[in-house]
């Protein structure tokens, strides 16, 4: 489809993950798997336990991991992401150390709920490493002030107010 970059599900193992994996080392795209989404119930499927103690999205995050080996790039980031909900920053940090070789691509900014200091978790030391996404907050900026006819400058207002928040969450 010419994308740059698609969201896949683990549940197909290895079979349905590397031809993506494959795609983006020869291309130079991306992907991102769901590890730990940012919906309320994502715990109910990705919270279950292992005979070895760890969780579903804890082993999916090994696998991104080792799915992404042989797509890092010389910032030492793979093309295998992982989708990380901002509604769960313990998880984000755990998440984060596990994965230091993943883009996060981090919802639930926000309209669900989420805000800078628990986006701030998915970057790296270095204040890198995560998209932000914000769909409703932005998209319906505008219903804060009640002001329809200038929806353009209530969403470009809330993505700078967004921006700057988690500038300032990351030190920078």
């Given at each position: 489809f010419g994308a740059d970059i698609a969201t896949i599900t683990p549940y197909l193992g290895v079979d349905g993950v590397k031809p993506f994996a494959d795609a983006c080392r020869d291309n130079g795209t991306?992907?991102?798997?769901?590890?730990?989404?940012?919906?309320?119930?994502?715990?109910?499927?990705?919270?279950?336990?292992?005979e070895d103690g760890r969780t579903l999205y804890q082993a999916v995050a090994d696998l991104v991991e080792?799915?992404?080996?042989?797509?890092?790039?010389?910032s030492g980031y793979s093309a295998v992401g992982a989708v990380v909900g901002a509604t769960y920053p313990q998880q984000g940090v755990e998440l984060r150390a596990r994965m230091p070789h993943a883009f996060f691509l981090v919802p639930g900014y926000?309209?669900?709920?989420?805000?800078?200091?628990?986006?701030?978790?998915?970057?790296?030391?270095?204040?890198?490493?995560?998209?932000?996404?914000?769909s409703r907050a932005i998209m319906c900026a505008y219903k804060k002030t009640g002001d329809e006819k200038h929806f353009a400058k209530a969403a470009k207002d809330e993505a700078v107010d967004m921006t700057k928040a988690i500038n300032a969450a990351i030190g920078r």
């Amino acid at each position: 489809f010419g994308a740059d970059i698609a969201t896949i599900t683990p549940y197909l193992g290895v079979d349905g993950v590397k031809p993506f994996a494959d795609a983006c080392r020869d291309n130079g795209t991306g992907v991102f798997v769901l590890v730990k989404t940012s919906n309320p119930s994502s715990g109910q499927l990705q919270d279950l336990r292992f005979e070895d103690g760890r969780t579903l999205y804890q082993a999916v995050a090994d696998l991104v991991e080792e799915w992404g080996e042989e797509t890092r790039g010389e910032s030492g980031y793979s093309a295998v992401g992982a989708v990380v909900g901002a509604t769960y920053p313990q998880q984000g940090v755990e998440l984060r150390a596990r994965m230091p070789h993943a883009f996060f691509l981090v919802p639930g900014y926000g309209a669900q709920g989420a805000g800078a200091d628990d986006v701030a978790v998915s970057f790296d030391k270095e204040g890198l490493g995560a998209i932000v996404n914000s769909s409703r907050a932005i998209m319906c900026a505008y219903k804060k002030t009640g002001d329809e006819k200038h929806f353009a400058k209530a969403a470009k207002d809330e993505a700078v107010d967004m921006t700057k928040a988690i500038n300032a969450a990351i030190g920078r």
